[in-house]
């Protein structure tokens, strides 16, 4: 609990504030209500959901949006039992395939060095920057590709 003290004019209120790890619902609500906002200010946003299944399993997904012309991927995630079979490749290339019809200019995403960044370069994508090291002794690594 963190107490803030507030002037309004000449009365001071005190306001107890509470940080609290939020649940996956309260986190959907959070991202929902900044999309709403920005969508006042910002005309081009979309979501760019896309998931593999096997049997009714998600075995690998996707989340990306678009901001303005660009195509910014939150995370790209293929179970480890699926892992080299292609599935990665074919979420990306289906989301820049949409990117490109819908004319964006760049793909924008950042990895850590223990996930896939030669798997990044293998699609194209040029090293921005790279964070080192990020935490521990682990790289993250930001990407772009220009459609």
Do not use: W
């Amino acid at each position: 609990m963190v107490m803030r003290k507030y002037r309004l004019g000449k009365v001071q209120i005190n306001m107890e504030v509470q940080i609290i790890a939020s649940s996956e619902e309260e986190s959907a609500f959070i991202r929902q209500s900044l999309q709403e906002y920005n969508a006042r200010y910002m005309q081009d946003l979309s979501d760019y959901h896309f998931h593999i299944a096997d049997n009714g399993q998600i075995i690998a997904g996707i989340v990306a949006e678009r901001v303005f012309d660009t195509l910014e991927v939150d995370f790209l995630f293929v179970d480890s039992q699926y892992r080299g079979k292609g599935y990665g490749r074919m979420l990306l290339t289906h989301v820049e395939r949409l990117a490109r019809q819908q004319r964006f200019k760049r793909v924008l995403l950042n990895t850590y060095s223990f996930q896939a960044p030669e798997f990044y370069r293998k699609m194209g994508y040029t090293q921005l920057f790279c964070i080192s090291p990020a935490f521990a002794s682990y790289d993250q690594i930001y990407f772009e590709k220009h459609l």
